[in-house]
């Protein structure tokens, strides 16, 4: 039957409804599920949802869950971390050197969220920093974005919280934010970015704490930075899959 209709037709009536609709209508039968997989149909999605595709050679449909269930990613391959958990659980095996880590997936306009865990951690540390007057006092997390343009070395430019004091931290400067945040075993750091507002801001606890940076520019992917052995971060989503 489905065959008797044109493609450009079955697309845009698939484009009208919601991503679970399609993912049911796949169910169906092969024929159905078929349709349900159309490129056309599933980039449209992933351009409502605002991310990037021009890094990534896989079908549309696997894009588009990647991207609202993202995971970690290594970018040097060299780090003393373990990641476990599907990628997305960060185990620190080094308790002297930071590792990074960031999303694979890159994020270009729309509104995201998601959940960091501070599973284990250690104590607060103060470190010197060439641009600062005192040390810094840091918990073994900094937590935000990282600009993502092909350019752009690891770590070149980002907007990240420090869990240890609630300092802001952008392009090596500091701004206060929350005051001093004991990094707590338990504590859920959750992440909230408006792209087409330029604005991140952070829920801790449960508190809103309002946002934070109001000169986000995309492209961006969420990022992370461990330090200290046996520190251990999940991340993790609230919103529904679909």
């Known amino acids: 039957m489905l065959d008797e209709l044109p493609l450009e037709i079955i697309e845009h009536v698939f484009s009208w409804l919601r991503v679970i609709e399609v993912v049911k209508i796949g169910l169906v039968s092969k024929?159905?599920?078929?349709?349900?997989?159309?490129?056309?149909?599933?980039?449209?999605?992933?351009?409502?949802?605002?991310?990037?595709?021009?890094?990534y050679d896989i079908p549309y449909r696997e894009y588009y869950l990647r991207m609202i269930r993202f995971k970690w990613e290594d970018p040097t391959g060299k780090y003393n971390s373990v990641l476990t958990n599907d990628n997305r659980t960060v185990t620190k095996t080094d308790p002297e050197t930071w590792d990074y880590f960031r999303a694979d997936v890159?994020?270009?306009?729309?509104?995201?969220?998601?959940?960091?865990?501070?599973?284990?951690?250690?104590?607060?540390?103060?470190?010197?920093?060439?641009?600062?007057?005192?040390?810094?006092?840091?918990?073994?997390?900094?937590?935000?974005?990282?600009?993502?343009?092909?350019t752009t070395s690891p770590g070149a430019k980002g907007w990240v919280m420090s869990c240890g004091n609630g300092k802001l931290i952008n392009n090596s400067k500091f701004q206060s934010y929350t005051g001093i945040l004991l990094p707590i075993e338990g504590c859920v750091i959750q992440v909230d970015l408006d792209l087409d507002k330029g604005t991140l801001g952070y829920i801790i606890d449960g508190v809103d704490h309002g946002i934070a940076f109001t000169n986000?520019?995309?492209?961006?992917?969420?990022?992370?930075?461990?330090?200290?052995?046996?520190?251990?971060?999940?991340?993790?989503?609230?919103h529904s899959l679909y």
């Open 31 to 55: 024929e159905w599920y078929r349709y349900s997989c159309s490129e056309n149909v599933w980039m449209l999605f992933i351009k409502q949802k605002g991310t990037a595709l021009f890094e």
């Open 106 to 150: 890159t994020l270009l306009t729309g509104n995201h969220q998601w959940e960091v865990t501070l599973n284990r951690a250690k104590p607060p540390f103060s470190i010197p920093f060439d641009n600062e007057d005192e040390t810094a006092t840091f918990a073994p997390l900094l937590i935000g974005v990282e600009h993502r343009v092909p």
């Open 216 to 238: 986000i520019t995309s492209p961006v992917s969420p990022a992370i930075s461990i330090i200290g052995s046996d520190t251990t971060a999940t991340l993790s989503f609230k």
